[in-house]
């Protein structure tokens, strides 16, 4: 437990109706998250209906451990996609970027659940575990770098909760909620795409004369970029469990917006001596003459490359509304389904300077509702050996349009198979294994990012983002 309690915080990435994980247990990624609300296989129950904590009659420990890897590509539509790099170079029509290796694309994904009885009605649980997240990882050259190259975004979620048995068939539940945000978004500066949408067409070759002549500093190469956002919020969420006959039982929860407070952190922009002069350039010289003639605010954007700067966000992440109908067939067979419905329409994505109240960036994406369909089945094959596997379909919450390389969101499909062992009446031993395959994204689109000197070049491509989960636990019963 004290394990879990330490390592959870550390990492949790996966993604499903946009950023939201469902991959919670073992048991749950290799049936695709069928039954949620309604099977309390495990104590992973309380993150789906607290209202089925009354199912356990003894005190319950679940330990997860899950290993998951991201494969990311892009790939070129047009030919000359994206700003030039230092070395002239750009994608071409077709043209493979692939960032599928490297220690940072595999991710170790803990979580722990507790159910403990106190009386034959009230059961109550808690749970530490991440409740949204992504990865994104380009090649640093890839086109569109300068909409971002790396996204990291964790949401971690402490539950503590109960379930009461009203009577015989029919149990509530309620879980209160803390959760942790954390986002880093990393990307290329390219000053030169920056420039020539700054000012009017002209203004780069006028710059590079004025260099050549030594009136101005050289505009600088590409250097990268960070902004990483914490932030927390409460929530709450409700839910019931009926159970019509002994072998069937139905579950329902409801958990409203979460909005974070307080979501604030950094914005770093690598300094060097290039990007220093320039700065110092902006500030006064030709800029302070020319500028205003050319649409220029040489001092504001000056401020703007501050290399160290606090910023902020307002993040709302969705409601969800879950239903499962789980059904014991016959001795051998389980059968289950679950739909959920997460409605992101509030949903935003707008950065600003804390110090100036300035738009780092605002990012249009127009979201909408999740709708996932999830059907899986438990076999015991042995007396001790029972198998899953699971299938799940899900739409995504933003169109081609509006997509952006660090949210490649688009319709999914989810996949899993998996065993569980029970060696004994206490212990229960699982293994899983779990794909989520999102379909190939268009991206580029997107020309409503504002300030238009922070979109990021002219880029279009095919974005492919697809995650492999194997997931091993441990239920201990007391």
Do not use: C
Not at 61 to 73: E, G, P, Y
Not at 382 to 394: P, Q
């Amino acid at each position: 437990m004290a394990f879990s309690i330490t390592a959870f915080s550390l990492s949790q990435q996966a993604f499903a109706g946009g950023t939201a994980n469902d991959n919670q247990s073992t048991m749950g990624i290799a049936t695709a998250g069928a039954g949620q609300a309604a099977e309390a296989s495990d104590a992973s129950v309380i993150f789906f209906n607290p209202a089925a904590l009354t199912r356990f009659k003894r005190i319950e420990v679940l330990n997860v451990a899950s290993i998951a890897t991201f494969d990311n590509d892009y790939t070129s539509t047009q030919n000359n996609d994206g700003p030039p790099t230092d070395d002239g170079r750009e994608g071409s029509a077709g043209e493979f970027f692939s960032r599928k290796d490297g220690t940072d694309s595999a991710l170790f994904i803990p979580g722990l659940f507790v159910a403990i009885p106190v009386s034959p009605k009230l059961v109550v649980g808690f749970s530490a575990s991440g409740s949204h997240g992504l990865l994104t990882r380009y090649r640093e050259d890839y086109p569109g770098r300068g909409s971002g190259r790396e996204s990291d975004l964790k949401v971690t979620r402490l539950n503590l909760g109960f379930g009461y048995k009203l009577s015989p068939t029919l149990s509530v539940g309620m879980n209160g909620s803390y959760e942790r945000y954390f986002q880093s978004i990393k990307l290329r500066v390219n000053f030169r795409d920056a420039v020539s949408k700054l000012g009017p067409p002209g203004t780069v070759a006028a710059l590079d004369t004025a260099a050549a002549i030594g009136a101005a500093p050289p505009i600088p190469g590409e250097t990268d970029g960070k902004l990483r956002i914490f932030g927390w919020a409460f929530n709450a969420q409700a839910g019931l469990l009926w159970e019509p006959t002994d072998r069937t039982r139905i579950g329902a929860s409801y958990r409203p917006k979460t909005r974070f407070n307080g979501n604030q952190g950094e914005l770093t922009i690598n300094e060097n001596a290039d990007t220093a002069a320039f700065r110092d350039f902006l500030r006064g010289g030709l800029i302070a003459i020319g500028g205003p003639l050319l649409g220029v605010n040489g001092p504001q954007a000056a401020g703007d490359l501050e290399p160290q700067q606090q910023a902020r966000q307002s993040v709302i992440f969705p409601d969800e509304f879950r239903i499962s109908l789980f059904h014991h067939y016959s001795p051998k067979l389980d059968l289950m389904a679950t739909y959920t419905y997460q409605d992101y329409t509030e949903t935003f994505l707008r950065y600003e300077r804390v110090a100036t109240g300035r738009v780092i960036e605002d990012v249009p994406q127009n979201f909408k509702a999740a709708h996932a369909y999830r059907v899986g089945l438990n076999y015991k094959a042995y007396k001790r050996l029972t198998l899953h596997a699971g299938y799940g379909m899900e739409n995504g919450v933003v169109g081609d349009d509006l997509r952006i390389p660090i949210l490649p969101d688009n319709d999914r499909r989810f996949y899993g198979i998996g065993a569980s062992f029970t060696p004994s009446r206490d212990t229960t031993l699982s293994v899983a294994y779990g794909i989520i395959d999102v379909d190939a994204s268009v991206v580029g689109n997107n020309d409503q990012v504002t300030p238009v000197e922070v979109s990021g070049g002219e880029f279009k491509g095919i974005a492919d983002l697809d995650a492999d989960f194997v997931s091993f636990s441990l239920i201990q019963k007391f």
